[in-house]
Structures are given as C-alpha cells and as structure tokens.
C-alpha cells in the first residue's frame, strides 16, 4: 500500500522560507499527480499547487493567492514531492498536507484526492 | 466564484442511528465532480466518496454519497461509534481546481 509521509515543517520566523518534502512508499511515484494542501482552523482545508506527470512535462499549477511566493516541485527518481516557500507570513501557519490525486470524467487525472499524508505543522512566528 | 455550503455545521446523533450530510453548491458542478472526505482529530482528512456517490476502496457500505447539480447528501445509514469526525464536501472546476466545504462535525449524543 502507497504512503505518503511529509517532513521540513517547523517555526520559522516571518519573512523566513522552507521546504517541505513529501515521501512516497512504492514504485510507481512517476505516474501520480501530487499535490500540496494546507488546512487552518480559520479557513479550513485549501489546495496550494498541483504538480503532474514527466510524460505531461510536469506541468504544475499554484493557488492565485500563493503563486510567486510557494513553488511546487518533484524528484521522481527520489519519490519524493516538493513545496519551497518563500517570503512566510503568520498566515500561512497551518498543516500541511501532501496528497495523491486521482480522477473521473473531465478531470481523469485530477478531480480529487485519493491519498493524504499524515501532515506537517508549519509556524510562522517570531 | 463557486462556494460549498455544509450543514448542519453540527449533528448530534447516536451510534445506531441515520446520518445525513448536506453540501450545497452555489453553482452546478459538473459532472458530479463531488467528492466527500473524514477527518478525525489528528489525522488527515481520508477519501469517503467521490463523483458523489461512488464508494472509495475500502469505504464501508454505511456510506453512500447521493446528489447532482448544485445538491449533494452524504448519508450514513447506521452510525458506528468510529464515524463521530468531521465530514467535507470538495468540488471540482476549472478555477481555481478544487473547493471545500468547511465541514460538518458529527458528534455523538
């Protein structure tokens, strides 16, 4: 069975950066859709990027509100999924979460999220 | 931009008994690209349902997803005392990708 296991999370002081990884059990890491989503107890679950396959030239997507400050990226010979983030704020204190995505109709590779990892806390505090 | 409606934001029921779960859309979501997730207390959320109203791998029968357009119900239809946790809806659309509901808390009685 395929586990995901996310590390990097901590205190980091404002302005400060970090990254997260996540690392995938098993051997066919290369064929899934990842994604990074974060949760908070004021605004709940939200996704932060999606990154697909080599064979769709790893072509990523990122929330509006994050994008040129948190950067998804994957190592598939690692297994392992990747969230650089730059430039922290107190509002971006939350867990995050890798996941595995998966499909059905219009969206057959990215319609919901299959598979989560355990989660990782990230403060941003000084 | 498309926003998920849960209620009730609290139920209160005991083990035994029907659950029902609304998640109401602000748009229609196409092709019932709906999908409802578990969440209990220190853990990640865990897939239940998606194209509302097909079982995840491994996900009991007590749980059935229901629903098209813009309304969707999760239903348990006999509480087991492992059910009690917080239950999302999320669709899904061109953008941004995915929305959530903020959640239902099943709470026992």
């Known amino acids: 069975e395929v586990q995901l296991l996310e590390s990097g999370g901590g205190l980091v002081q404002p302005g400060g950066s970090l990254r997260l990884s996540c690392a995938a059990s098993?051997?066919?890491?290369?064929?899934?859709?990842m994604s990074w989503l974060r949760q908070t107890p004021g605004k709940g679950l939200e996704w932060v990027a999606d990154i697909y396959t080599g064979q769709m030239k790893m072509k990523t997507y990122h929330s509006d509100s994050l994008r040129g400050r948190f950067t998804i990226s994957r190592d598939d010979s690692k297994s392992t999924l990747y969230l650089q983030m730059n430039s922290l704020s107190a509002e971006d204190t939350a867990v995050y979460y890798c996941?595995?995505?998966?499909?059905?109709?219009?969206?057959?590779?990215?319609?919901?999220?299959?598979?989560w990892g355990r989660g990782t806390l990230v403060t941003v505090s000084s | 931009e498309s926003v998920l409606t849960q209620s009730p934001a609290t139920l209160s029921l005991s083990p035994g008994e029907r659950a029902t779960l609304s998640c109401r859309a602000s748009q229609s979501v196409s092709n019932n690209l709906l999908a409802w997730y578990q969440q209990k207390p220190g853990q990640a959320p865990r897939l239940l349902i998606y194209a509302a109203s097909n079982r995840a791998t491994g996900i009991p029968a007590r749980f059935s997803g229901s629903g098209s357009g813009t309304d969707f119900t999760l239903t348990i239809s006999s509480l087991e005392p492992e059910d009690f946790a917080i239950y999302y809806c999320q669709l899904r659309r061109e953008w941004p990708p995915y929305i959530f509901g903020q959640g239902t808390r099943l709470e026992i009685k």
């Open positions: 996941a595995k995505l998966s499909g059905s109709g219009t969206y057959a590779l990215s319609a919901y999220f299959s598979l």
């Open positions: 098993g051997s066919s890491f290369n064929t899934y859709v």
